[in-house]
């Protein structure tokens, strides 16, 4: 809980800045001067409460909506030995790792991924998909798997879920002013909201939440290079990359529900100005990181 109240008070933080700056420089003033009566503050709060509000729903429901958007079973009692050697492996690396044990999962699927999820890193959600287990061996199952427990490990589901939902207040906010300027200052409205209030406003909106996920997209390429090293620091660095070098090899993109596609172990490989909105670095990359890693421990 320490991560999620660290984030909360950053954001108070920074929309208290943000108030204080815009009193300062004089933006109310020449909003008021222009016919423009809004209340800031309440504007933040609105902001900030559907923005932070809507992240944290998002995380706290996280597991629940992952086992139904990938239809994920749950081992409660295993029913093969694959299935035994997955908990006790899950049980091995959570204890290394300093975690709770998670759930364990398995959804159909037959490309070869995995993800984690959840809002507590003592009550997680691991989950693999029927393509890894029968394309992997187990030596790089767990590699899988480490690199899994590490996100948990690491905070990373919460952490980019809030950094998502402080962006969120931000474009929520910044929209709106947009709109109202825009409707008043060009078009002239005297009262209320005129049509190009809500057009301006969306269009805004849907600009500024484009370039907000470039931030989410560039956190989420930064924290699978540390899942990955976490995933060597408990597997071993040889199985990580050759779970990568398969993941590599494999014919099919793999692929999750657009919800949990920043959470996998994989992501589609793509390049240019795209790069910016992928949520894994590409695979040779990765594998690149790790390579680096070895060489500097000989």
Known sequence: MLRISLFLMTNIAI??????????????????????????????????????????????????SAKMATRARVIERPGSEVEAWLLHTVERLAKAAGIGMPEVAVFEATQMNAFATGMLKNNALVAVSTGLLRGMNRDEVEAVLAHEVSHVANGDMVTLTLI?????????????IVGHLVDRVV???????????????????????????????????????????????????RKMIAA??????????????????????????RGGLSRLFMSHPPLDERIAALETGLRAQR
């Open 15 to 64: 929309l208290v800045v943000l108030g204080v700056s815009m009193s300062v420089l004089g933006f109310e003033p020449y909003m008021r001067a222009q016919g423009l009566q809004i209340d800031l503050q309440a504007l933040l709060i609105f902001a900030a409460v559907f923005g932070m509000g809507g992240a944290l729903i998002s995380l706290a429901i996280s597991k629940w």
């Open 164 to 176: 998502q939902g402080v962006l969120n207040t931000f474009v929520i906010f910044l929209s709106r």
């Open 187 to 237: 078009f002239k409205t005297e009262r209320g909201h005129g049509p190009a209030f809500f057009i301006i406003y969306l269009l805004a909106q849907v600009i500024l939440g484009v370039l907000a996920s470039i931030v989410v997209m560039w956190f989420s390429r930064w924290r699978e290079f540390r899942a990955d090293a976490g995933g060597a620091a408990l597997s071993g660095p």
């Open 244 to 269: 990568l070098e398969r993941l590599k090899a494999t014919a099919d993109a793999p692929e999750l529900p657009d919800q949990l596609r920043a959470f996998g172990i994989a992501g589609g490989l």
